[in-house]
């Protein structure tokens, strides 16, 4: 199992444009997530989906969208990028289990530069 | 709210010493607690967690963690160090409530290890 792939690994974007960062997973988890990790933040929660077609806001979701049509898929779309984007950014999944909390599975990361 | 407080922004430990890792967590309700590591450049790495059950728990490593309810904590610990353990390790609490879980992270702590 490849687990939780990211692509790209680095990218430079100009204020105002638009990209969309790639998270696919083959572990077969309902719930997937994004989180942006910014220095002394920790991470924070930015969307996530229980299943294909049900995501909902997280704690910094605004200039974020996000679909989920595969189970396997999980794309993050910047509309606007804005220098306030730039952070790096990891995917995540996990089982959905219920009576246990979420183990989840990180992706190595996106670093985002917004100039 | 859920929140997780890691009061130590930056330990430096001599190699062979023994560690704690301090977090505090608040959250209403039994919480599903868990403990990652960062090495520089790459994702995170799960080292235990906490669901239920014996309070003190083992993870990968040689490290172990300690649930006390009524100090709200989860310490991370290691009998002796390595130099290989420098990193940065992160405390999260999972605030499970059927399938609106969120994970929420604390700041970090960046550990040193001198020869």
């Known amino acids: 199992n490849a687990g939780v792939t990211q692509t790209p690994k680095f990218q430079v974007l100009k204020t105002g444009q638009s990209m969309t960062l790639q998270c696919a997973q083959d572990?077969?988890?309902?719930?997937m997530s994004w989180y942006r990790q910014d220095p002394g933040m920790g991470l924070r929660l930015i969307h996530y989906?229980?299943?294909?077609?049900?995501?909902d806001q997280g704690e910094v979701p605004n200039g974020y969208n996000v679909s989920r049509s595969t189970t396997e898929d999980f794309p993050l779309r910047l509309l606007s990028a804005a220098p306030s984007q730039t952070s790096v950014y990891f995917c995540?999944?996990?089982?959905?289990?219920?009576?246990?909390?979420?183990?989840?599975?990180f992706g190595p990361g996106t670093r985002l530069t917004v100039t | 709210a859920q929140s997780v407080t890691q009061p130590d922004i930056h330990i430096t430990v001599s190699e062979g010493a023994s560690l704690e890792l301090r977090c505090n967590y608040s959250?209403?309700?039994?919480?599903?607690l868990f403990w990652y590591v960062q090495s520089p450049g790459q994702g995170l790495q799960l080292l235990l967690k906490y669901f239920s059950g014996d309070t003190l728990v083992q993870g990968i490593k040689g490290f172990e963690a300690e649930f006390k309810r009524s100090q709200s904590s989860f310490n991370l610990r290691k009998p002796s160090v390595h130099w290989s353990d420098a990193a940065e390790y992160f405390c999260?609490?999972?605030?499970?409530?059927?399938?609106?879980?969120?994970?929420?992270f604390g700041t970090g702590t960046r550990l040193q290890v001198t020869l």
């Open positions: 989906s229980v299943g294909a077609g049900i995501t």
């Open positions: 999260a609490v999972d605030g499970y409530t059927g399938t609106a879980s969120k994970l929420t």
């Open positions: 959250y209403g309700a039994t919480p599903y």
């Open positions: 995540a999944s996990s089982r959905l289990s219920p009576g246990q909390g979420r183990e989840q599975y």
């Open positions: 572990m077969n988890h309902e719930y």
